[in-house]
């Protein structure tokens, strides 16, 4: 099974620098490395924080120097205000870089506010987050491209009952480990009627991009579980920003070159509560 990795590593260490002017000599310019975070906390579920050193953008880009960057001697823990646990470090080889904290007893509420520490060389570093109330699908549905056609979008209905912002996620069962945000998939609730009913089809968002013969498209023959996310400001910026940044570094007119938007103390990146419904869906079942 094709293993599916996640890139955030590689562009947090390149998108969050600095923009420099044409004319700038980038071997003059100072850098200082600076601790990159990317951790969440999922109604249900378990905390989970990767942790990274920031790279100069002259340095090597090579995945062995690039694997050099990972924090593994921090200490990373998660307080509900009444309770606090020690995050453990594990191997996950799903993802790069291979390595996480995670939490083993505190799992997520809605409704209740996280608090992130990490502790590193002489360094603190924090954040707050909370988790929002979760709303849920009325209706998934799958449209081929054409009557003859195996592939084709998934489409979906909610009820804008929220103040918050949405994400939609997906994960083929069948090749891949973990979930992607779809394409534009972060949504801005204030873009709708509130308490009305939303109408919107999914296209695949990318994994590693570019990526060959890559397909917004989905598969009839697929399974997909689908994630459907209330999220807060600050994590719709982010991961809005982090999106288009994947798509930019392909666009030679709008390069890569925006900082993301962060909301942690003394470092950069995200760390944010999603309110989450989950669904298994066998596409050839529920085509229209």
Not at 24 to 36: F, G, K, L, Q, S
Not at 56 to 85: F, M, Q, R, Y
Not at 86 to 108: A, R, S
Request: charged share 20%.
């Amino acid at each position: 099974m094709k293993k599916q990795y996640i890139i955030l590593l590689y562009i947090l260490l390149i998108a969050l620098l600095p923009a420099c002017s044409d004319d700038a000599d980038i071997d003059e310019v100072a850098y200082e490395p600076r601790v990159v975070v990317e951790g969440y906390i999922e109604n249900g579920k378990y905390p989970i924080v990767l942790l990274t050193v920031s790279a100069s953008i002259t340095g090597p880009t090579d995945t062995l120097s690039l694997l050099s960057h990972v924090i593994k001697s921090a200490k990373v823990s998660v307080s509900d205000g009444t309770n606090t646990e020690v995050l453990l470090l594990q191997t996950n080889n799903n993802k790069i870089p291979p390595y996480e904290y995670i939490g083993l007893e505190m799992k997520g509420e809605v409704g209740k506010t996280y608090e992130l520490k990490v502790e590193y060389q002489n360094k603190v570093i924090s954040s707050t987050t909370y988790i929002p109330q979760p709303i849920e699908l009325d209706d998934i549905w799958f449209v081929r491209n054409s009557p003859t056609d195996t592939l084709g979008y998934i489409h979906v209905t909610f009820n804008n009952t929220s103040k918050e912002y949405y994400q939609i996620a997906t994960q083929l069962l069948q090749s891949e480990k973990l979930y992607t945000p779809c394409l534009f998939g972060n949504i801005n609730s204030k873009s709708y009627p509130r308490d009305e009913q939303v109408s919107m089809q999914i296209n695949k968002g990318p994994i590693l991009y570019p990526k060959k013969d890559f397909s917004t498209d989905f598969s009839i023959n697929s399974t997909v579980r689908l994630r459907f996310s209330t999220q807060s400001e600050v994590s719709y910026k982010f991961w809005s920003t982090y999106q288009n940044e994947i798509l930019n570094t392909q666009n030679p007119i709008f390069p890569a070159n925006t900082s993301l938007a962060s909301n942690i103390n003394g470092g950069i990146g995200i760390w944010c509560g999603l309110g989450s419904y989950e669904y298994n869906v066998v596409l050839k079942d529920v085509e229209r």
